[in-house]
């Protein structure tokens, strides 16, 4: 089975997918969903109750995908959980051969939701990153979450090359469709030596274009073309795609750039 891990350390162009959060999604359709995806990317990326709300089980979810032959690579949180529940999570990727995940802090429960849960961060990302590192030494590829901050904010790489020394080896850059913005941030990234440390890679997804007669299919070239322009970003080691609904505009985009070559 081809892993996200090995492709990743092999110095290719890695190209990951990241399936949709839609709730109570039935089982059957996001596997069918992972595995139309999995076959023209490197790995499938899970989120971990994003909205605030409760979404299927990383775990579960890993378990099943597993099982078929797709590659995933959850995401965790130190939101959702007590430390030893984290660890009880951590312990229960590696049982079931997770061999890549992405570790953050968590952002806070939407303050609209009509029953909010509480915040529990019990760890902080970088602890949660060591804790991670610990359970089984260079044996899985740890990453790690970050915005592309606007022009106007300050910026400090510190807490990043903190993450890395916890045990982080790559950084997935939440989506930022701004390309002049991407392009300085990731010079910055360069120039402050972050990916001395982190292998880069840039979140996109296809957006339909609200002025086309067929907005999905207007969006899927833009997608197309905005693939290639992070493609030939000095500093990126890849891109994931964010399926936002239709897993078609999100192949049809990666096969249109041109970036990797399907047999």
């Known amino acids: 089975m081809k892993t996200f891990q090995s492709a990743l350390t092999s110095g290719a162009f890695t190209i990951t997918a990241e399936l949709p959060w839609k709730g109570q999604t039935e089982t059957a359709d996001a596997i069918r969903l992972a595995t139309t995806l999995s076959e023209h990317v490197d790995g499938i990326q899970l989120g971990d109750n994003p909205p605030g709300r409760a979404g299927p089980s990383p775990t579960a979810l890993s378990a099943l995908l597993l099982r078929e032959g797709t590659d995933v690579t959850p995401t965790i949180n130190c939101r959702d959980r007590n430390r030893i529940a ?3 999570e951590l312990l229960g990727l590696r049982a079931i051969g997770v061999t890549s995940l992405v570790l953050n802090r968590g952002s806070g429960i ?14 902080n990302g970088r602890e949660l990153i060591a804790a991670a590192r610990e359970i089984e030494e260079n044996d899985w590829a740890i ?4 915005c592309v901050p606007t022009g106007d904010s ?17 950084l997935r850059l939440r989506p930022c469709f701004d390309m002049d913005l991407l392009r300085r941030h990731i010079g910055k990234l360069v120039e402050d030596k972050v990916t001395w440390h982190f292998s880069v890679i840039v979140s996109l997804a296809p957006l339909p274009s609200d002025d086309a007669d067929d907005p999905e299919q207007e969006g899927t070239p833009i997608c197309a073309q905005m693939i290639r322009e992070v493609a030939a970003i000095p500093g990126v080691s890849g891109i994931n795609l964010v399926c936002l609904d239709n897993p078609d505009s999100v192949i049809a985009a990666l096969q249109s750039s041109g970036v990797r070559q399907e047999a």
Not at 154 to 159: F, L, Q, R
């Open 143 to 146: 990453g790690t979450d970050a």
């Open 86 to 88: 984290l660890q009880s």
């Open 110 to 123: 939407p303050a609209q939701q009509q029953k909010p849960a509480g915040a529990v961060f019990d760890f």
């Open 154 to 170: 300050d910026w400090d790489a510190a807490p990043l090359i903190d993450r890395a020394a916890a045990g982080a080896r790559f």
